[in-house]
């Protein structure tokens, strides 16, 4: 599925990847690469103008220029805007009072007759009666195939030899209602090409039925003739949704990356496979992980706002913190000990534990700390201490007595006085 277009996303992709930071050149090229592979999986021309346009405003915003993660970065860029173009996902529509009716159109060839079994084969699953009704009194073999295929998913078929289709749809309805069916699924006349008589014909039907559900059926490996076949279909009939059929044997995608957003009707269900439970209700965030080719978006995304909020932090270190207290300390080592600096300082509390032999404990304890702990100390809370306790190989009390002598040397740095002292003796 989608082969084609996701190999080509992924190698640009990668590409990025073997980068530093990001720069307008590298998204110029990106981008143009991007639309030679979005042409060539017949993608809807609007769709790769706006996909282009998304991904560029995005991507040359500032955070995203120097962010350390250009590969993820731009994965996340691209992830997030196809997402946008197939829109949300849009459940079936039930009636309050059943049963609910659902009538799916679509042109010869489409897999129209097999998705009414594979949505009986769905709805079945998950505990509905249904009723599947032939409306395509043409063509004999399309009622035989509904018959056997009704059989196979044992759902209720109804049909009557000489019946015009105005009266079989009344039929169908007393026969639901009489039989407490919950779900009544029409099958509807379909044509090689759109033509005025077979539109009218089924507006009629539509009209007749006055469905809870007008569905269109669809085959991706029509690339961009799909979003023609919806866009006529809307126009001429209405539609409120679409199921995309033949998607294992699409590897271009740009069915798919179309339709929803050229139309504007929502797609309800996608089928994967020929057998009879390969259908699936559109997600749009598994679709989009498909096409873009990654497993795990959320942990993805995850890891670049755990960047952006390390950068936040980064931004908002105060002067004096975690990282600069370890630089200190091993300044303070160079210097002869902790000793021969502290005589510098004038009124060091007496309950301040500076002892000289608990500096490398010290140093332990700093190291155990994350990042953003380091730079900004007034985050550690009780679990924290534990974690970093452990981490350390110290106790939570040798993690307070830190704190507490981290606090002590903060107040004397504060002092102006203190500081010029301090950095002529060359701690800082």
Not at 313 to 325: P, R
Not at 330 to 341: A, D, P, R
């Given at each position: 599925m989608f082969e084609n277009l996701r190999k080509g996303l992924r190698d640009v992709l990668d590409r990025f990847g073997r980068k530093g930071l990001l720069t307008r050149s590298d998204i110029e090229e990106g981008l143009n690469d991007f639309k030679k592979i979005l042409i060539e999986a017949d993608v809807n021309y609007k769709v790769v103008k706006e996909i282009l346009s998304i991904v560029e405003q995005e991507a040359l915003k500032e955070e995203n220029l120097k962010s350390a993660l250009p590969e993820e970065q731009i994965t996340k860029i691209l992830y997030e805007t196809i997402l946008k173009i197939l829109g949300k996902p849009s459940s079936l529509k039930y009636s309050s009072i059943p049963p609910t009716?659902?009538?799916?159109f679509g042109i010869q060839g489409s897999g129209k007759t097999t998705s009414i079994g594979k949505l009986a084969f769905y709805l079945k699953n998950r505990g509905y009666t249904t009723l599947n009704v032939?409306?395509?009194?043409?063509?004999?073999?399309?009622?035989?195939?509904?018959?056997?295929?009704s059989d196979i998913v044992q759902s209720k078929f109804?049909?009557?030899?000489?019946?015009?289709?105005?009266k079989l749809i009344k039929k169908a309805k007393e026969v639901a209602k009489k039989e407490k069916?919950?779900?009544?699924l029409y099958d509807t006349p379909g044509r090689i090409h759109i033509d005025n008589e077979m539109m009218n014909e089924l507006k009629n039907i539509r009209e007749e039925i006055k469905p809870t559900e007008s569905l269109l059926v669809v085959s991706s490996l029509l690339g961009q003739g799909s979003v023609e076949i919806a866009n006529e279909f809307k126009k001429k009939i209405g539609l409120t949704g679409i199921i995309a059929t033949k998607l294992d044997g699409d590897s271009k995608g740009g069915a798919i990356l179309s339709i929803r957003y050229v139309t504007s009707v929502p797609i309800k269900f996608i089928g994967t496979g020929?057998?009879?439970s390969d259908i699936e209700e559109f997600d749009p965030e598994s679709l989009t992980s498909r096409i873009v080719g990654i497993g795990d978006i959320k942990n993805l995304i995850k890891k670049i706002e755990s960047l952006k909020e390390e950068k936040k932090?980064?931004?908002?270190?105060?002067?004096?913190?975690?990282?600069?207290?370890l630089e200190q300390i091993?300044?303070?080592?160079?210097?002869?000990?902790?000793?021969?600096?502290l005589g510098y300082l004038p009124q060091i509390p007496a309950n301040t534990d500076f002892d000289e032999k608990n500096i490398k404990k010290m140093k332990a304890i700093i190291q155990s700390m994350t990042k953003k702990e380091r730079i900004y100390p007034d985050i550690i809370d009780g679990d924290r201490k534990k974690r970093i306790a452990k981490g350390s190989g110290t106790t939570i009390n040798d993690v307070n007595t830190l704190l507490k002598n981290f606090k002590v040397m903060k107040n004397l740095i504060s002092n102006k006085g203190v500081e010029?002292?301090?950095r002529r003796g060359g701690i800082f």
């Open positions: 009716e659902i009538v799916l032939p409306l395509d009194l043409k063509r004999p073999g399309a009622i035989t195939q509904l018959r056997e295929i109804y049909y009557e030899e000489n019946l015009p289709i105005n069916i919950e779900f009544i020929e057998k009879i932090y980064e931004t908002k270190k105060e002067k004096f913190n975690f990282i600069t207290f091993e300044s303070i080592e160079k210097m002869g000990g902790l000793s021969s600096v010029k002292i301090i």
